[in-house]
DNA sequence: GGATGTGAACGACTTCACAGCG
DNA sequence: CGCTGTGAAGTCGTTCACATCC
């Protein structure tokens, strides 16, 4: 559930100002949900909250953390260094959220030998083995639409367990394989679309 | 509706290979959607197939433009030029779509005066003026979560309809205000979720 | 009183199934 | 016969309302 995220990212907010305890009520206003939404959503994991009192900031953190397998490390691969790749592999929030980017690799051999962050750009011929070697257990796929489909058949075949696809392009990829697109096109479709009906549902990509 | 998108990306990679037309079936198999979804979805917005034959593909691609805005231009800002920003200036399926970054602005002095892909970087101080000047209508927020919320009253006031949201941090704009956030870290996060609990639902950002 | 947790009511979205058209 | 368009049925997610607990 996309929500468990949003949650997690106000409750740190609160814990980082020192709030110990919260409601589903001020916890919902905070990103424009219901209190009872809140509970279900919550309450569907377990009994976290005191009622009369609220949930308990710390505490509800490291659960939340934990439902959500953001309590341990996961390993990543980057394939496609551009500008997106770029970007992400500086983006703070993975770091922070456990997500450590070990390896990257591209298809172009200009970009092989690069250093970005630290990390040395890696062939994309040595996918396979070197995803094997590293245990990585998720890769991001950065590359063109037409090289995505490839790109994520060998990060099966690897033995990553889940997929995180950046490129314009649907992939498919074995039921046991977990998968999340994000196209940016569409993303600023579905808001020129809103923009052009007026009418104004909130949507959050979680 | 996000899947209207996704038909739209799966319409054009059509129209490219020659397909006249196309019926329910094929065009949610593609896209692992099902063939009555596909025809409630194109219903909604009128009678765009016929029976026993199916859809136009080059027909039914203009329509779906016309429901989602980009049978037009949309100018656009962009506030914020580090990683991300560069690489959604970079992006090419915004163009093909219609959207064109028409001005780049950062808080960043440093910043200002740079030239990306021949657009010059503007200080943000300018940001209300530039943006009513050049009637520009989408704003894309790619800076810090802490000046989020600042950047997005200033695009609001000066006269923005949509505002498309990268900044990890939830913003408020007022009800007539479209807006899509689109947070990063979130979907790792759904994915080791997933991976977690091994139930693999298929998501697309849409 | 203030808040949780939860069945029950509600609503939105999906799938089913089929009449009707080409 | 193939395929669309669409009511009807079904499913899933959200909101309501309240018993319960601090």
């Known amino acids: 559930m996309g929500r468990l995220s949003l949650y997690l990212r106000q409750l740190e907010r609160m814990l ?16 424009g949900i219901s209190d009872a939404q809140v509970r279900k959503d919550l309450g569907y994991f377990g009994h976290f909250g005191r009622a009369g009192v609220g949930y308990p900031v710390e505490e509800l953190v490291k659960s ?10 996961w390993p990543v691969a980057l394939v496609g260094i551009g500008n997106l790749g770029r970007a992400l592999v500086g983006y703070r929030g993975f770091r922070r959220q456990g997500f450590q980017i070990r390896a990257i690799f591209d298809l172009d051999p200009q970009k092989v030998g690069q250093s970005i962050e630290g990390i040395c750009v890696e062939p994309a011929s040595d996918l396979a083995r070197r995803v094997a070697e590293l245990k990585i257990t998720l890769g991001i796929i950065a ?21 995180l696809n950046f490129a314009p392009a649907p992939i498919s990829v074995p039921d046991r394989i977990s998968l999340v697109a994000v196209d940016l096109a569409i993303q600023l479709e579905s808001l020129s679309y809103q923009v052009r009906i007026g ?6 990509s979680e």
């Not at 100002?17 to 001020?26: L, Q």
């Not at 009418?199 to 959050?204: L, Q, Y």
């Open 16 to 31: 980082r100002d020192g709030i110990e305890k919260v409601s589903s009520r001020r916890l919902g206003e905070a990103l």
């Open 64 to 73: 939340v953390r934990r439902i959500l397998g953001t309590d341990h490390e």
């Open 143 to 163: 590359v063109p639409a037409e090289a995505a489909q490839a790109i994520a058949d060998t990060l099966v075949s690897a033995g990553v367990k889940g997929i």
């Open 199 to 204: 009418h104004t549902d909130r949507e959050t």
